[in-house]
């Protein structure tokens, strides 16, 4: 690997920010009426294609809703607002904070490279969540999302770096597994502890 990468690009969700979509989407299916089952992967398994268009905003959540109960059969209560927003409050983790504070004193470039709908990144925005990255690359921004390879091809060109100048870190090995078969080194990340220890290795910290 790399030991001085030109870019460094972070996951937010389940790195950053303290929660998962699991979480998200099991209190929403509770607020429809349903307990049988924790994930709308579990509901409908092309439920996961249709949440991909809409943190790519092809779709906007209205039309997430309505295609949602075709697919289904059940129906979305009525609701003033975004539903996606109603239990989003995540905190940020210290730890990963610290983190990336301390890489940046090493004047590293890091950028927030992230799957993400409309309203949880005017969320994240409002609450100045992405103030410590140098630029973000949101999926519902740039039209694609992990782990499609343009999402990291879109990045690199960007930010005109080779892969092999950059090092992704992501809690999902589907997303790891896709940077890396670009060129990107990429870390999966299980806690700050251990990332931490890995950076210390490699010499990146």
């Known amino acids: 690997m790399n030991t ?3 870019l460094i690009m972070v996951d937010m969700g389940g790195v950053l920010a303290l929660h998962t979509d699991t979480s998200l989407e ?3 299916l509770l607020e429809f009426g349903i307990d049988s089952v924790a994930s709308f ?3 409908e398994p092309s439920l996961v294609d249709l949440l991909q268009l809409h943190s790519k905003a092809v779709i906007d959540e209205d039309a997430l809703w309505a295609r949602f109960s075709d697919l289904t059969g059940v129906p979305v209560p009525p609701h003033d607002g975004s539903l996606w927003a109603k239990y989003f409050n995540p905190l940020m983790d210290p730890e990963m904070e610290k983190l990336l504070g301390d890489l940046k004193a090493k004047q590293y470039r890091i950028v927030c490279a992230t799957n993400t709908e409309p309203a949880h990144y005017a969320y994240h ?3 100045n969540h992405y103030g410590i990255f140098d630029a973000v690359y949101a999926s519902c921004v740039i039209g694609k999302a992990k782990p499609e390879l ?8 960007a930010e005109n770096v080779e892969p092999r100048q950059v090092l992704f870190i992501d809690d999902s090995k589907e997303n790891c ?7 990107i080194n990429a870390i999966p990340y299980a806690n700050c502890a251990n990332l931490r220890q890995r950076l210390e290795y490699i010499g990146i910290l």
């Open 4 to 6: 001085n990468p030109s």
């Open 26 to 28: 099991r209190a929403l």
């Open 41 to 43: 992967s579990q509901l």
């Open 125 to 127: 925005q409002r609450m």
């Open 150 to 157: 343009d999402f990291f091809t879109h990045i690199l060109a």
């Open 177 to 183: 597994d896709a940077a890396s078969s670009v060129g």
